[in-house]
């Protein structure tokens, strides 16, 4: 619920605190005093668009900051949070504020931290629902009434719909896969051209992974190999050709070491290690020798450089190195298949597509036939608030119609029906309001006080199945007096059971009903006009509620008129509690 409202440099408002209890809570006060502004101002907050020129004269910026009580919070709600990063502990409350200057900056904060007005769209979802006389978009929008079906049916069409839209799933990329599979012959013909001529030329390349980097050190060795033949040659001179050389003096070594060996226990085992360094050593040179053996000749390096040009040019035109040419080889090799068994691969698609296409269809009859059982307790729920608001006559229709045929898959299931994401159908609420009148579309009903009583049944039906949250009713109780008025009061009263309810009205039924009374008044201070809100106690509400009936002058008729409506209303307030 909505615990507190916190308005700053909004239009005329300078400086405006709303402290909201649960239950109904009535605006009142004179036209142009600033009701329908505070309204304007918490749909900001929730993310509506906002300019400049909403910022009171004189001022830089204005602030809008709510405090919201969560407890619990809806779970899609945390999910919105969570994800943009903003964990919401149990039984936290949310505190919402935006910012917005003359330069048509807007700063955002949820709990402290930086947001943006897509996130207060987001959020503002699950925390306010403003209907205005005016805008009544979702009850009166086609494209929403579908989903509303569905949040009157609540958890009793979940299985349906799950079931339906794993059907679905599956139907759909299928579908997408035949018809792109449906691409004109000369393309898949280019395509298995152009993918022969790759394949050929790497089937002929004879790639092996890391070959490139071999030859590379290969060239190098071949490019100096006088320089290392060298360089082996005189390794090999020091080691063993020269007078003096390595083996000569180790040789040498171990026969002095091996005249003394009986005068010291040691030098038998000195020697032996002398003999093991000496063959060792002779292995080097061995080695060297034969390594010095090989032949490098151009025709070596040529045959070498022509293969590293080949695999270079591999390499930079297709960006890839040889284990990643590899993987492509065997990638087009796949494609090619599937190219030239196209007729098989069709086949497979086609009994796929056919099998998954039945498959939604039933799960999409039985979702459809679910949904109307829902639109038929729909109908009487509707048409029940209708008649307690004086409309036993009005009728109420939830409509079906088919999606249509499908086209794309005419020439393989010529009888095939479009499909949606939702399901088989459209659903349209259609009303009337007179007997021997034909039912035509809701938006069509031109009356607005036979509008406002529809657009409360609407909302009283719908709000049973929704999360507790602030139902905002911004005078939808225009064009209604009398017992209509008085029916009005009481079915508000029943939404306010479950739901924080503001409303604006003008009605002395409407406010008499009220858990709280907020009254509006515009006063001129410094020659300066601003809002100001009073919160009246039963007194005040008493006199308030007194003058919308006999206007500013207060006669001892009108205050027990008042104080009689306060009590029955008062008392049917009660009985909806004890219901409960």
């Known amino acids: 619920m909505l615990r507190s409202l916190n308005i700053e440099n909004f239009a005329i408002i300078d400086h405006v605190t709303l402290d909201l209890e649960m239950g109904m809570t009535v605006l009142a006060g004179e036209t142009g005093a600033g009701k329908s502004i505070i309204i304007d101002a918490l749909s900001l907050l929730m993310g509506s668009r906002g300019t400049n020129d909403l910022i009171r004269q004189g001022a830089d910026k204005l602030v809008v900051e709510g405090l919201f009580s969560m407890s619990p919070a809806p779970a899609p709600l945390l999910a919105q949070l969570a994800d943009f990063g903003l964990e919401l502990e149990d039984q936290e409350d949310l505190i919402i504020r935006r910012e917005l200057n003359r330069q048509g900056k807007n700063t955002v904060r949820v709990n402290g ?62 579908r997408k896969d035949w018809l792109a599979s449906q691409q004109e012959g000369t393309d898949k013909r280019q395509r298995l051209s152009f993918l022969e001529f790759q394949l050929q030329e790497l089937e002929a390349a004879n790639l092996v992974a890391g070959e490139m980097a071999q030859l590379e050190q290969e060239s190098r060795r071949l490019q100096n190999s006088q320089k290392i033949g060298q360089a082996l040659a005189t390794v090999n001179y020091l080691l063993s050709e020269a007078d003096t050389s390595a083996l000569t003096q180790l040789s040498q070594a171990q026969a002095a070491l091996e005249e003394v060996a009986s005068y010291d226990s040691s030098y038998p085992a000195l020697a032996a290690q002398l003999q093991d360094l000496y063959y060792q050593l002779e292995e080097v040179a061995h080695q060297l020798a034969v390594s010095n053996q090989v032949v490098d000749n151009d025709q070596a390096i040529d045959e070498l450089e022509a293969r590293l040009s080949q695999l270079g040019q591999l390499t930079r035109k297709y960006g890839m190195d040889e284990a990643q040419l590899l993987a492509y080889y065997d990638a087009i090799s796949e494609e090619i298949y599937q190219l030239t068994h ?20 039933a799960a999409g009859q039985a979702l459809d036939q679910g949904r109307r059982r829902e639109a038929q307790d729909l109908v009487a729920a509707i048409e029940a608030e209708l008649a307690d608001l004086y409309m036993a006559n009005a009728r ?18 010529p009888d095939a029906q479009r499909l949606s994401a939702e399901g088989l159908s ?34 009283r039906v719908f709000s049973q199945g929704m999360t507790d949250m602030t139902l905002v009713f911004d005078e939808i109780d225009t064009g209604v007096s009398g017992r209509v008025a008085q029916a009005i009061a009481e079915k508000m009263q029943g939404i306010a059971q479950h ?30 006009t601003r809002t100001r809100v009073q919160a009246l106690n039963e007194e005040g509400r008493i006199e308030a509620i007194a003058s919308m009936m006999s206007g500013k002058v207060l006669t001892p008729a009108s205050l ?20 409960d």
């Open 113 to 174: 931290q930086l947001a943006n007005v897509s996130l207060l769209k987001q959020i503002g979802y699950y925390l306010v629902d403003i209907h205005g006389q005016n805008e009544h978009q979702a009850l009166l929008n086609k494209q929403f009434h579908l989903s509303q079906l569905d949040q009157f049916a609540g958890d009793r069409l979940n299985q349906l719909k799950q079931t339906y839209q794993i059907a679905f799933e599956r139907y759909d990329q299928l």
């Open 342 to 361: 196209q007729e098989q691969y069709t086949e497979r698609l086609v009994k796929d597509l056919t099998v998954a296409y039945h498959d939604c269809l």
């Open 396 to 413: 109420f229709q939830v409509d079906f119609t088919s999606l249509g045929s499908d086209a794309s898959l005419a020439s393989l299931l």
């Open 426 to 459: 459209q659903v349209e609420f259609y009303a009337t309001t007179n007997l021997g009148e034909a039912m035509k579309p809701l938006v069509k009903i031109a009356s607005g006080g036979e509008l406002s009583r529809f657009m409360l049944a609407l909302k």
């Open 499 to 528: 739901h924080q309810l503001l409303c604006i009205t003008h009605l002395a039924q409407v406010a008499a009903s009220a858990d709280q009374h907020l009254y509006i008044e515009k006063v001129v201070e410094n020659e300066r």
């Open 560 to 579: 027990q008129m008042a104080q009689d409506l306060r009590r029955q209303l008062q008392t049917h307030r009660a009985k909806l509690g004890e219901e």
